[in-house]
């Protein structure tokens, strides 16, 4: 029996898709079979991401109005075995899909595979709680910030009161520099406010936009700080005890050895 | 913090985000006004001050997530002069 794990944030534009599409890629690289889910309904773009847009043929929805067969309507990536999308229709409205609707979807994937990836979208309204239904467990992106904090410790009483467990914290685009200078909130601050577990820290890293460009998730680019960082987090998220680098800074002297070492 | 502080260029602005989440977030997760917060402090310092020595305002309140329930914190300065009445 597989896991099912929404990915939400409440604040929009934190990083729900992007890590969505890289921890659902690492997972498979690894060797386990996944599906990532798209639930944002009218606004989809995980397909985009992961480079699949030409391939999608059905939805979610068609397979709630039973026009096709749920396997059938799985897109197969173009890159790692064991990776499938669900994608979410871009003509309908949040609310045309019910939670037990999601629900079902759900409880028959995760005979099958091993993960069940949601990618949730913002807010905490019936597209929320529609990603949510489904999921046992949570993961939590949020950025180093005051709203985006705000939203993500609405969410996570929100979870609670679902039952869901655990939920763990993604922290995306940390800038150590910025840290340090002291303009941008703590790690350390972060996990003392909202006080639930780390799976990761996600640094700001210039590759994530080239890799949307692509069409090509950034862990296939190999070396990269956010590749990394996201493999680590499937890493963890197996089993591995894999533990959380205290991030360096980014400097003269560490871009020079980057310079040095790169590919 | 007091309005100065927000404004001085000394205090870094990753401190007063800090300060400011930890404010908002009470608020949030109390789900109650500003004003009925500020009541509720006050009169925890009348209390107190029954059977303490101490400067008045200076009860800080917040609550804490403990897994899945929160736990309410009310913080004020001890000092050794602030002896039991
Ligand atoms: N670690 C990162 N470094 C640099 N850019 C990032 C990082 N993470 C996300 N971004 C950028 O932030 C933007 C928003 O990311 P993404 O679409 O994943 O967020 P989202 O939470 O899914 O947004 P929405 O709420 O609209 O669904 C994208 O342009 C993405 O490239
Ligand atoms: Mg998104």
Avoid at chain 1, 143 to 149: H, L, R
Wanted: proline residues 3%; hydrophobic residues 40%.
């Amino acid at each position: 029996m597989g896991k099912v794990i929404v990915i939400t944030s409440g604040k929009g534009g934190v990083g729900k898709t992007t890590s969505t599409a890289n921890i659902g890629t690492a997972l498979a690289l690894l060797g386990k079979t996944v599906v990532i889910i798209d639930a944002d309904v009218g606004l989809r773009n995980l397909d985009v991401v992961m480079g699949l847009e030409s391939r999608v043929v059905f939805t979610s929805m068609d397979v709630i109005e039973k026009k096709c067969d749920l396997e059938k309507a799985l897109v197969k990536d173009r890159r790692v075995e064991d990776l499938m999308l669900l994608a979410a229709s871009q003509r309908n409205r949040k609310d045309d899909i019910k939670p037990e609707q999601m629900q079902d979807i759900c409880e028959r994937l995760k005979v099958e595979y091993d993960f069940v990836l949601i990618d949730s979208p913002a807010g905490i309204e019936q597209g929320f709680h529609n990603a949510a239904a489904g999921a046992e467990e949570a993961i939590i992106i949020t950025t180093p910030d005051v709203s985006a904090i705000r939203d993500a410790d609405r969410i996570i009483g929100l979870l609670q009161n679902q039952d869901i467990n655990p939920i763990s914290l993604i922290l995306n685009r940390l800038s150590p520099t910025l840290v340090k200078k002291g303009n941008m909130i703590s790690k350390n601050d972060v996990l003392d406010i909202l006080n639930i577990d780390l799976l990761g820290i996600v640094p700001e890293d210039e590759g994530v936009i080239a890799s949307t460009n692509r069409g090509v998730p950034l862990v296939h680019n190999d070396g990269s700080p956010g590749a990394e960082a996201y493999m680590r987090i499937a890493r963890r998220m197996t089993g591995q005890r894999v533990p959380i680098p205290e991030m360096r800074e980014d400097n003269f002297f560490s871009n020079i050895l980057n310079w040095f070492s790169r590919k | 913090m007091d309005f100065k502080s927000i404004f001085s260029r000394k205090t870094k602005s990753s401190n007063i985000a800090t300060q400011r989440l930890k404010l908002i977030l009470t608020q949030d997760r109390f789900d109650v006004s500003e004003d009925s917060m500020k009541k509720l402090q006050f009169e925890l310092t009348e209390v107190l001050a029954k059977y303490f020595e101490f400067t008045m305002n200076s009860v800080s309140m917040s609550l804490k997530r403990e897994g899945n329930s929160y736990v309410l914190m009310a913080d004020f300065p001890y000092q050794e002069s602030s002896k039991l009445r």
